[in-house]
């Protein structure tokens, strides 16, 4: 049986539900931000406050994160005061969009002091975190893979894709190219839809009844878009990052992404206009400012 003591590090939108989840789940869960709001929030929560990662990897055998960039993702592990010193830590579980270069290297970088990399990058959003319904994909050695399940679980239905490191992170990449692609997309037709004059609560309705339905116009225009609100929760420049990732990625793999360019330079150009912290549906105000219509209900 999995410990019930764990470690998880980044508090962010997504991390924070998910350490949520632990806890209920009857978890000791021992954290670290480098946000003091959020360490505060995690400690009324019922989780123990680390001074460092450091003091996370002492404190559990299987240490959790969720981070922003690969960059970050390979200091808080590998780097001086990281994860990797801890004297008790045994197993590291991403659960960040990392990449499948970066995974391999930490996942090397782990490797000489008997450590263990799974790669467990999830999707689903903030909704998906905080009600248990994420997809997890799973990457990593099938033993290691096994006596963690139990706790990956607590996030969602896992998908366990193989034992090479990265492999659940082009799973990922290659799930967030396409949300952003639906995104791009969606945004044309609705603005067109709109200035020729069409409801757009009718014309959404009937792409949803319609081939065209995807998660962009079952989801996002509904909840973000016909609103206003611009708010579904990913930002634009995490959307951004992933999608050069991939872009990046399949290069190296030797294979050609024509239309993902295409998605990259419309993120390139939301996250210029509009700010990284930005949602990342504000592509349909790029398209709607072009177009010189909006997408209302």
Request: proline share 4%; with cysteine; net charge negative.
């Amino acid at each position: 049986m999995t410990s019930r003591e764990l470690g998880f590090v980044g508090l962010g939108r997504m991390g924070s539900p998910m350490v949520a989840r632990l806890l209920a789940a009857g978890y000791r869960v021992t954290v670290f931000d480098t946000d003091a709001g959020a360490r505060g929030r995690a400690e009324a929560a019922g989780a123990a406050i680390a001074g460092s990662p450091q003091e996370v990897g002492d404190s559990a055998d299987i240490v959790l994160v969720s981070l922003p960039t690969p960059d970050i993702v390979r200091t808080v592990v590998l780097g001086e005061g990281g994860v990797a010193q801890g004297g008790r830590v045994r197993t590291v579980i991403d659960l960040s969009t990392s990449g499948p270069t970066a995974a391999a290297r930490i996942s090397e970088g782990l490797a000489p002091g008997g450590r263990v990399w799974i790669d467990a990058p999830v999707s689903g959003g903030i909704a998906g975190a905080t009600n248990g319904t994420l997809a997890v994909m799973v990457s990593g050695p099938r033993t290691a893979f096994e006596e963690a399940e139990e706790v990956i679980a607590t996030f969602g239905r896992i998908f366990y894709v193989g034992e090479k490191a990265g492999l659940a992170q082009v799973a990922k990449l290659a799930n967030n190219l396409l949300a952003a692609a639906a995104m791009v997309v969606s945004s044309e037709a609705m603005v067109m839809g709109a200035k020729a004059g069409i409801d757009p609560k009718v014309l959404l309705d009937i792409i949803n009844a319609g081939s065209g339905r995807n998660s962009a116009t079952q989801d996002k225009f509904p909840k973000s878009v016909l609103p206003g609100t611009f708010d579904f929760g990913f930002a634009t420049g995490l959307s951004y990052k992933d999608v050069r990732m991939c872009i990046d990625e399949a290069e190296a793999m030797g294979v050609p992404m024509v239309a993902g360019a295409i998605i990259r330079q419309m993120l390139a150009v939301t996250n210029a206009k509009f700010g990284p912290g930005s949602d990342f549906t504000s592509i349909c105000r790029v398209v709607e400012e072009w177009g010189g219509a909006e997408v209302r209900a």
